[in-house]
């Protein structure tokens, strides 16, 4: 049972742990050399096999893990006690039982000639090779089939850049799919019949074979995103900072706050709060706390239904205020966010095209957009310095603390 090792050399003993990183010609004596387990006979019959994911020599050799380990113990007995034949005869593709007599092609009912050739062909026919794990392939594939195109095409449509092709949600999903570091070492090593490996692996293999395929979709993908986000965030700050020089500038609220002022130091007279300059914004939300002794009314239904018999125009200030609800629909704090996540995703890719590994292909399709992308989210950092601006002279206009007010 010991074929191929008597008389053969004992395997190189493994080096001991190290810390310092081989020199690149050494890599390939790491991978060329045959660890105890490796030392296995070639069984006589075909035998089934197990689709796992294999951990190559240099991840091993010289390193402390359980795989090293075993290899040690095992240098002068690689051999393992197994009896060989009988795994084989285990494990080995059993031929289909030949037909019987009695159910012959010629006797049988329900079976022609041709359905026996067609089924030895049938199960002549290789089956399809699977390097991914079952969930891993059917998730490929689940995503693949929201292209309805070929492979091929895809991959044409990564390498020439053309996000609007692809859209910002199938990129997303593009680089969630993108195999993980023991998948790609499985799938550049592996040498057998490319054309019987399973659509998961076949459009796998060919995704990594386009270089910087990873950046390439990260490109694209901000190329994508960043107009919808422009064309989110320079509003929302102009909604912010027109609202803010609205709520300074607006004669008819200051006149109906005035109203609620004067109507709330009538009900405080004689109180610590009564005779009040001024209040808090925040202390506006309660005046609709104060019910009346009428069903359904509250102090602020009151001062309006005064306004309405006395200046109908005071109501209509809302009118003059048309971007109030547009500018409270985010906070600074998530525009600042938002922008300060563009920017260091263009600073990152700009600064991974500029490597002189990159494809001057990627360069081509990207630094012009890059360029005027930095050009944009500079605008929009100016224009969070001009909302700021406003937020202080809000802060003073409202009697607010400039260190702790906010523009919401």
Not at 24 to 40: F, G
Not at 70 to 86: F, G, I, K, N, T
Not at 159 to 183: M, V
Not at 383 to 393: F, Q, S
Request: glycine share 6%; net charge negative; hydrophobic share 40%.
């Amino acid at each position: 049972p010991m074929l191929g090792w008597e008389g053969a050399p004992p395997p190189p003993l493994l080096n001991p742990p190290v810390t310092t990183i081989a020199p690149p010609e050494s890599l390939d004596k790491v991978q060329n050399i045959v660890l105890p387990q490796q030392e296995t006979p070639t069984p006589r019959a075909k035998m089934k096999t197990i689709n796992w994911n294999k951990i190559p020599n240099n991840k091993v050799v010289g390193k402390h893990n359980i795989w090293s380990l075993v290899a040690r113990s095992h240098q002068h007995s690689p051999m393992a006690d197994l009896d060989w034949a009988e795994m084989e005869g285990l494990f080995c593709q059993q031929a289909p039982p030949p037909p019987s007599t009695s159910t012959s092609a010629q006797s049988s009912p329900h079976l022609s000639n041709r359905d026996v050739i067609d089924g030895d062909k049938k199960r002549k026919e290789p089956s399809e090779i699977a390097l991914l794990d079952g969930k891993r392939s059917l998730n490929v594939n689940i995503f693949l089939k929201q292209f309805r195109s070929t492979n091929e095409n895809i991959i044409q449509v990564i390498r020439d850049g053309e996000h609007d092709e692809i859209g910002a949600e199938k990129l997303r999903g593009l680089l969630k799919i993108l195999p993980e570091l023991d998948e790609l070492e499985m799938l550049r090593n592996f040498d057998g019949d490319k054309t019987k490996l399973g659509n998961a692996e076949k459009f796998l293999l060919q995704l990594i074979a386009v270089p910087n395929y990873k950046l390439r979709i990260e490109s694209m993908l901000l190329k994508e995103e960043f107009a919808a986000n422009m064309s989110y965030l320079e509003p929302s700050i102009n909604a912010m900072i027109v609202a803010g020089e609205d709520l300074m500038t607006n004669k008819p609220l200051q006149e109906v706050l005035y109203m609620v002022l004067v109507a709330g130091n009538f009900l405080n007279a004689g109180g610590y709060a009564g005779n009040a300059a001024g209040v808090k914004l925040s202390s506006l939300q309660k005046v609709t706390d104060i019910r009346a002794n009428k069903p359904g009314m509250n102090l602020i239904h009151y001062v309006a239904l005064q306004a309405e018999k006395k200046r109908k125009d005071l109501l209509k200030f809302p009118d003059d205020m048309g971007v109030l609800e547009e500018a409270t629909k985010t906070t600074v704090e998530q525009l600042q966010n938002e922008i300060n996540t563009l920017d260091t995703r263009i600073k990152k890719i700009r600064k991974q095209i500029e490597l002189p590994s990159t494809e001057k292909e990627i360069k081509a399709q990207m630094l012009e957009f890059l360029q005027a992308a930095q050009q944009e989210v500079a605008t929009l950092q100016r224009d969070l310095g001009e909302l700021e601006n406003v937020r202080k002279m809000l802060s003073e206009f409202f009697c607010e603390d400039p260190g702790t007010f906010k523009i919401e």
